[in-house]
């Protein structure tokens, strides 16, 4: 690899667009930021791109990783756009059709464990080499800085001030990201909307509890915010930042899955569902009516994306909840 090619970003720059359907439900502009365009299929290679890249430049010469999906697809991409080797070990639960495209992507993959905290605790275990390196899904500094790239998009792309920014959260490393480009970009007074899935509600439970702590078991169909507990960087980076925490059910995010699907033809997965429910089941509506938002500006929503979703899973969650 040259090293201009070195140098640039492994993520690409992702298109923020209108969407009249959700902006006539919320009664407020909506614009999505779609970062299932991303080569990997989500966001998560903004920063896990830019760990492996700096892992890279400083001798790493072996990816190691642990996730159930994206994470592991951005690690696996970064690392064969690096030119470097990757293993990913993932957890019982993960869907063979991930497995497969990860070994699409050149990845060697090592099932262990029934969820993600074991898989990861096995993937730190291995990653003993001083050639290689762990890249950990959510909680890095350099996956964060990589992650408030989505901001200063955001930013740049807006043509006004965003009303707010609305979020999936799992273990907390968009979250984190968006927290650090706000202050980055002297914007803390955009208010962030955190949603996730009862049985993923590891954010909800930190914030109830004033400190990380663990949910103890992943019973949520959204596995992707299957983190036990969020990472303590949430607490450092959310001081000055109106962060609004909100839970909502299986049933609702795939709902919104499936609305997204016929109002913009994007399919997505239930994670990132939960953030398109805060439009589709009245979160944000509420806000409104509550005056907990600014009265100008458009409300935000981060699409970001997943790699584990088809068409025939949609079908399948649409009968689940007889939707």
């Known amino acids: 690899m040259d090293e201009m090619k070195k140098n640039e970003p492994i993520h690409i720059v992702t298109p923020l667009i209108p969407s009249d359907i959700l902006s006539e439900l919320c009664g407020r502009p909506v614009l999505l930021k779609l970062d299932n365009l991303q080569p990997s299929g989500s966001f998560k290679i903004r920063g896990i791109g830019n760990f492996v890249q700096k892992g890279v430049k400083n001798g790493c010469k072996h990816i190691i990783s642990s996730s159930g999906g994206n994470a592991g697809m951005a690690s696996a991409y970064a690392a064969r756009q690096m030119g470097v080797p990757s293993t990913v070990y993932l957890p019982s639960s ?14 060697s993959v090592v099932v262990h464990g029934r969820n993600w905290n074991e898989a990861h605790e096995k993937a730190t275990e291995m990653a003993g080499s001083k050639d290689s390196c762990y890249v950990h899904p959510f909680d890095h500094p350099d996956v964060w800085e990589g992650h408030s790239t989505m901001v200063t998009e955001i930013l740049e792309q807006c043509n006004t001030k965003p009303a707010a920014i609305v979020l999936s959260v799992g273990g907390g490393g968009l979250l984190c990201g968006i927290f650090q ?58 001081k000055g930042i109106n962060i609004s925490s909100h839970v909502i059910s299986d049933k609702d995010a795939v709902e919104a899955c499936l609305r997204f699907a016929d109002d913009h033809r994007i399919m997505v997965q239930p994670a990132c569902g939960a953030a398109l429910a805060a439009g589709y089941s009245g979160v944000i509506q509420k806000l409104i009516a509550d005056g907990l938002l600014p009265k100008e500006g458009p409300v935000v929503f981060i699409v970001c994306g997943g790699s584990a979703v088809t068409l025939q899973l949609l079908e399948d969650w649409k009968e689940k909840f007889n939707l």
């Open 94 to 107: 993960t869907p063979k059709m991930m497995i497969s495209r990860l070994k699409d992507e050149k990845a």
């Open 181 to 238: 480009g706000l202050h980055k970009h002297g914007v803390p007074d955009i208010p962030v909307i955190a949603m996730e899935t009862q049985g993923a509600h590891a954010l909800n439970a930190a914030l109830i509890a004033g400190k990380p702590v663990s949910i103890g078991e992943i019973t949520s169909i959204a596995q992707c915010l299957g983190a036990l507990c969020v990472t303590q960087g949430v607490f450092e980076l959310k």
